[in-house]
């Protein structure tokens, strides 16, 4: 269960406040795009996501978009944040986070990856030697792979709330 179990979990991204990511002892953060920033495969940004990433910027948290996805998805949605990205990152793989974490000149320690999925996002988080947010993931999912996937994230996320890793956003907000 270790490397499935995320350092935090809220409900979205926009619950992150700069105050719980220097909280964890971190000062980067490595955004997933679908289900964190936007719908799956969508171009429109959630709502307050644009501006809850200027409101990060401006409290020091560096932040850049890591993503499986290709460049024609992601670049188009990273320029709507001002955001440096990096595609095709074959995350759960080390090798992805740690050109993300280099190219913001960042340390792995101080790094924190937030995404929506245990398989990826957090296993690739723990297996890279950096914290991780885990979301609650917004919209469905259509593909076969995803429902077997969030149907084997289920009991992770039980026993999450059980050891009270999941924050609710009211206590996101306070616990910075």
Request: charge should be positive; include cysteine.
């Amino acid at each position: 269960m270790g490397l499935f179990r995320p350092t935090v979990s809220v409900e979205r991204v926009t619950d992150i406040t700069p105050e719980l990511v220097r909280a964890m002892g971190a000062d980067t953060l490595l955004l997933d795009v679908d289900n964190t920033l936007a719908a799956h495969g969508s171009p429109e940004p959630f709502p307050g996501s644009v501006a809850w990433t200027h409101n990060m910027r401006n409290a020091g948290i560096q932040i850049i978009i890591v993503s499986n996805n290709y460049a024609h998805r992601v670049a188009p949605f990273a320029r709507q944040y001002d955001l440096p990205f990096l595609c095709r990152a074959f995350k759960p793989l080390p090798s992805g986070y740690h050109r993300a974490a280099s190219i913001m000149r960042a340390k792995h320690r101080t790094t924190v990856v937030v995404g929506d999925q245990v398989f990826t996002d957090v296993l690739g988080a723990n297996l890279s030697g950096m914290k991780s947010i885990l979301l609650m993931p917004v919209t469905p999912e259509a593909s076969l792979s995803f429902r077997v996937r969030r149907r084997l994230e289920k009991p992770i996320r039980r026993s999450l709330c059980r050891r009270g890793i999941h924050l609710p956003a009211r206590l996101a907000q306070r616990n910075g």
